[in-house]
């Protein structure tokens, strides 16, 4: 049974930093499609940014370009996602996802979902 569980969430102010943690366990993801994906309020889900597991290939939205930084380590089955200069709008629920070597980095069809992390960004 695939998990993913978020953590290191929470509350900053404008300009500063977090770094998000997805546990992964249940499979071995060396196939997969790892990505980010946030919810704001009253808002649909967008993506954020995406890896390919065993290449490192990565992919963004223009949105936190050259802010954020997606990366894994393969001995620890995790993700991460580093988040500097951080702005208001980027609170929201950050979700961890995973989806097989074929899935669209960016659409919001990934087979596995973890449970969300809170992040708040105050001006």
């Known amino acids: 049974q695939v998990q993913l569980v978020e953590s290191g969430g929470g509350l900053v102010q404008a300009g500063g930093s977090l770094r998000l943690s997805c546990a992964a366990s249940g499979r071995t993801f060396s196939r997969y499609v790892m990505g980010w994906f946030r919810q704001a309020p009253a808002k649909e889900r967008e993506f954020v940014a995406a890896i390919t597991w065993s290449a490192g290939i990565t992919d963004y939205a223009d949105s936190v370009k050259g802010r954020f930084t997606i990366s894994r380590d393969n001995a620890k089955n995790t993700l991460y996602m580093q988040m500097n200069s951080l702005k208001p709008e980027d609170t929201a629920i950050y979700y961890c996802?995973?989806?097989?070597?074929?899935?669209?980095?960016?659409?919001?069809?990934?087979?596995?979902w973890g449970q969300g992390t809170q992040v708040t960004v105050s001006s």
């Open positions: 996802a995973a989806g097989i070597w074929s899935t669209a980095p960016r659409r919001n069809e990934y087979d596995y």
